[in-house]
C-alpha cells in the first residue's frame, strides 16, 4: 500500500513541478519583455522551444498524410496565435489575473461538451469569478480600473478562446505520436509568431547576449512542463490530472506576487478562487459521467 501511495505521489509532485515551472519561468520572461517587447520574448521562448522538442523527438523519422499536415498546421496555427497573445495579456496585467480568465476558454469547451444541470453551477461560479475579477463598477472601483488594462482584459479573452480552439484541433491529432506532433506544432507556431513579433520589435530582436536568458525561458516554461505532465498523464487518471492543474491560477498569482511583486486585492484572489472551483468542479463531474473533457490538456503557454 505504502508503495502505491509513493508511485502516485510522485506523478502528483510532477504536475505540481510543471505549474511551478511554467508560471516561474513566465514570471521571469516578463522580465524581458522591455528588451524584447511580448511579442518578441513569445517568438524567443516558442522558437527555442521547437528546437528543443526537434531535437528530442525527431518528428522527420514518421510519415504523414495530408490530412495529418493539415491538424497540424491548424494546431501550431492556433498554439503560436495562443502563445502571442497570452504574453501581450501579461505584458498588461498581473499574471494570476491572466490565467484565471484564460481558464475561461477550456472551461467553456468542457461545459459546452456536457448536458447536465449542475453546469449551470459552473457557469455561474467562473460568472462570479470574473465579476470579482474584473472592474465591472468603474466608479467603485476606480483604482482598480487604472490596474486593469481594457487592452490587456481583451487580450486575455482572446487567449481564453484561442485556448478552448487549442483543445478542439488538439483533439484532431491525439492519434499521432504526442511529442512528435508538439514538435512539429511548435514549430508552425514559431513561424506564425514570427512576422508579428518582427512587427512589434524589429530590430530589438536581434540580441544574441539575450540568447541565454531566452532558453532558460523556454527550458523552464515549455521544456520542463512539458516533459512532467507527459510523465504524470501516463501515470494519473484525467481528473486527478485536472484537478491538480486546476492551481495554475492561484501558483501563477503567486509567482506574480513575490517574483513581480503584482499584488492582487482580496477579492481577486476571491474572483481566482471562483475559476479555480468551477475547474475543479467541471473536471470531477466529468469524471462521474465520463465525459469527453479535455479542459485539462497539458500546458501550451
Same mark, same amino acid.
Not at 505584458?91 to 444541470?117: N, Y
Not at 486575455?156 to 478562446?161: C, T
Not at 547576449?209 to 532558453?215: C, H, I, R, V
Not at 503584482?262 to 465520463?290: H, P, Y
Given at each position: 500500500m505504502t508503495g502505491g501511495r509513493n508511485l502516485n505521489l510522485l506523478p502528483m509532485l510532477a504536475v505540481v513541478g510543471s505549474i511551478i515551472s511554467l508560471t516561474v519561468g513566465t514570471s521571469f520572461g516578463k522580465q524581458l519583455f522591455p528588451l524584447l517587447g511580448p511579442g518578441g520574448t513569445a517568438l524567443y521562448r516558442v522558437f527555442l522551444a521547437a528546437l528543443l522538442l526537434l531535437v528530442i523527438w525527431r518528428p522527420w523519422k514518421e510519415?504523414? =498524410?495530408?490530412?495529418?499536415?493539415?491538424?497540424?498546421?491548424? +494546431?501550431?496555427?492556433? @498554439? $503560436? %496565435?495562443?502563445?502571442?497573445?497570452?504574453?501581450?495579456?501579461?505584458?498588461?496585467?498581473?499574471?494570476?489575473?491572466?490565467?484565471?480568465?484564460?481558464?475561461?476558454?477550456?472551461?467553456?469547451?468542457?461545459?459546452?461538451?456536457?448536458?447536465?444541470?449542475?453546469?449551470?453551477?459552473?457557469?455561474?461560479m467562473t460568472t462570479t469569478g470574473l465579476c470579482l475579477l474584473l472592474p465591472l463598477d468603474t466608479k467603485a472601483n476606480a483604482s482598480l480600473s487604472l490596474g486593469?488594462?481594457?487592452?490587456?482584459?481583451?487580450?486575455?479573452?482572446?487567449?481564453?478562446?484561442?485556448?478552448?480552439?487549442y483543445i478542439v484541433f488538439g483533439k484532431r491529432i491525439t492519434?499521432?505520436?504526442?511529442?512528435?506532433?508538439?514538435?512539429?506544432?511548435?514549430?508552425?507556431?514559431?513561424l506564425i509568431i514570427l512576422p508579428m513579433a518582427v512587427h512589434e =520589435?524589429?530590430?530589438?530582436?536581434?540580441?544574441?547576449?539575450? +540568447?541565454?536568458?531566452? @532558453? $532558460? %525561458?523556454a527550458i523552464a516554461s515549455s521544456a520542463i512542463p512539458y516533459s512532467?505532465?507527459?510523465y504524470a498523464l501516463k501515470k494519473l487518471p484525467k481528473h486527478t490530472f485536472g484537478i491538480l492543474l486546476s492551481l495554475e491560477p492561484a501558483v501563477g498569482?503567486?509567482?506574480?506576487?513575490?517574483?513581480?511583486?503584482?499584488?492582487?486585492?482580496?477579492?481577486?484572489?476571491?474572483?481566482?478562487?471562483?475559476?479555480?472551483?468551477?475547474?475543479?468542479?467541471?473536471?470531477?463531474?466529468?469524471?462521474?459521467?465520463?465525459?469527453?473533457?479535455?479542459?485539462?490538456?497539458?500546458?501550451?503557454l
Open positions: 510519415q504523414y =498524410s495530408r490530412q495529418d499536415w493539415k491538424g497540424l498546421i491548424q +494546431f501550431g496555427l492556433i @498554439l $503560436g %496565435l495562443m502563445n502571442f497573445f497570452f504574453y501581450q495579456t501579461i505584458a498588461r496585467l498581473p499574471l494570476g489575473i491572466a490565467i484565471a480568465i484564460e481558464f475561461t476558454g477550456p472551461l467553456t469547451v468542457a461545459i459546452m461538451l456536457s448536458r447536465r444541470f449542475i453546469d449551470f453551477v459552473w457557469v455561474g486593469l488594462d481594457p487592452l490587456g482584459l481583451f487580450f486575455a479573452f482572446v487567449s481564453a478562446l484561442l485556448w478552448g480552439l492519434h499521432l505520436h504526442s511529442g512528435r506532433s508538439t514538435a512539429l506544432g511548435m514549430t508552425v507556431a514559431a =520589435s524589429g530590430a530589438k530582436l536581434y540580441q544574441p547576449q539575450l +540568447f541565454f536568458a531566452a @532558453l $532558460g %525561458l512532467l505532465e507527459m498569482a503567486l509567482a506574480g506576487l513575490l517574483i513581480l511583486h503584482e499584488v492582487l486585492t482580496f477579492s481577486q484572489w476571491l474572483g481566482i478562487a471562483c475559476v479555480m472551483s468551477a475547474s475543479i468542479g467541471t473536471t470531477f463531474a466529468a469524471k462521474q459521467e465520463k465525459a469527453p473533457l479535455d479542459a485539462v490538456a497539458p500546458d501550451a
